[in-house]
């Protein structure tokens, strides 16, 4: 597609659930981010990847937050044991080439999950 | 450390009136770029300018149009004549020259135009 798309949009899981969150790039983007929003909150970034490469995993919440990316395309975010303060939008982003160059990063809709 | 600060948590203005929508950044980076970026109700972040270190020139886009002062750390943005499509949370985000691929974003400032 011509841009950053992610499934699902829509989330809804059960404490102690495992949920994996998925971000397809846009086509020739190495780059690829997470960041999270809590509701009414800035964005936070989680993790980084080059290519399939996550240089910077430390924005990763804890043990539990893990992600990969495959074919330098489509990465996967897994939480593990999902607790009520996972509860947020976890956007994905990509651009061109990483840094240092400042690209423009494009985002996503978004995967809205809600932790019961 | 690079840090951006987004003061206004929230601004209410009636339709037509014009608005500016503060940011401030620190940064020890030489070369780094400036975006903003909307969130209207939908969620999606849709990225509006990028402006680089070198480049203090004012930009204007129809009613949008941006102030970038190096001296005051600052790269603030204006709407004219502003429109109740307008409303939506507006981000202020920071990358650096320095190898950094990390985009620091501000808090975000809520803007609601009213008709």
């Known amino acids: 597609g011509a841009g950053v798309s992610q499934s699902p949009s829509n989330k809804v899981t059960e404490k102690g659930k495992d949920v994996e969150l998925r971000c397809d790039p846009i086509?020739?983007?190495?780059?690829l981010y997470w960041y999270r929003q809590r509701l009414g909150q800035g964005l936070e970034f989680l993790i980084y990847?080059?290519?399939?490469?996550?240089?910077?995993k430390s924005g990763l919440p804890s043990d539990r937050f893990s992600a990969e990316r495959t074919g330098e395309s489509v990465s996967t975010l897994t939480i593990q044991r999902t607790q009520q303060e996972d509860s947020a939008v976890y956007l994905c982003a990509s651009s061109l080439v990483p840094g240092p160059i400042g690209n423009t990063i494009y985002f996503g809709e978004g995967s809205w999950l809600t932790v019961v | 450390a690079q840090k951006v600060t987004q003061a206004q948590t929230e601004i209410s203005v009636v339709e037509k009136e014009d608005v500016t929508l503060d940011c401030v950044y620190e940064t020890r980076d030489t070369t780094y770029y400036l975006f903003w970026y909307k969130q209207p109700p939908s969620g999606e972040l849709v990225f509006l300018i990028r402006?680089?270190?070198?480049?203090?020139q004012n930009e204007i886009s129809g009613r949008y149009s941006w102030n970038f002062q190096k001296s005051t750390s600052s790269f603030n943005f204006t709407i004219t004549a502003s429109q109740v499509v307008d409303s939506a949370v507006y981000f202020c985000a920071l990358t650096g020259g320095s190898g950094t691929y990390k985009y620091i974003f501000g808090t975000g400032t809520r803007l609601k135009v009213l008709a």
């Open positions: 402006r680089n270190s070198f480049d203090e």
């Open positions: 990847f080059q290519g399939n490469s996550a240089p910077d």
């Open positions: 086509s020739g983007h190495t780059a």
